[in-house]
């Protein structure tokens, strides 16, 4: 089991920024990427509509963004701290979601939920006009 705890959420003007934050605990050692996914207001009882965001090699580095977090977003990891960052500048109103980080368990693509099986409890990004 791998247990995931996001913070940095909060309300932010549009062009603003924010910083994700996710700690990693318990089995980590089997960790091979970490994920970040979204679900917009509205869908919150609709597993199969979060969104991908961003997600990161726990190994390499390398990273995978969606086309709407490209030039925008930016994906991070401290190895040391079992923890993963999402930058996130030059917000929209349209980024509005709680967003969640994943533990990715299997070996498919890094852009579909279903690739992770461990999910932390997601936190508030609103974005204001």
């Known amino acids: 089991q791998v247990q995931l705890v996001e913070s940095g959420g909060g309300l932010v003007q549009a062009g603003g920024s924010l910083r994700l934050s996710c700690a990693a605990s318990?089995?980590?050692?089997?960790?091979?990427?970490m994920g970040w996914f979204r679900q917009s207001p509205g869908k919150e009882r609709e597993f199969v509509a979060r969104?991908?965001?961003?997600?990161?090699?726990?190994?390499?580095?390398?990273?995978y963004y969606a086309d709407s977090a490209k030039g925008r977003f930016t994906i991070s990891k401290d190895n040391a701290k079992n923890t993963v960052y999402l930058q996130m500048n030059s917000l929209k109103p349209e980024d509005t979601a709680v967003y969640y980080c994943?533990?990715?368990?299997?070996?498919?693509?890094?852009?579909?939920?279903?690739?992770?099986?461990?999910w932390g409890q997601g936190t508030q990004v609103t974005v204001s006009s």
């Open positions: 994943a533990s990715r368990c299997y070996r498919g693509t890094y852009y579909s939920q279903g690739e992770y099986c461990y």
């Open positions: 318990g089995r980590t050692r089997n960790m091979n990427a």
């Open positions: 969104e991908f965001v961003a997600a990161i090699n726990w190994g390499g580095g390398s990273t």
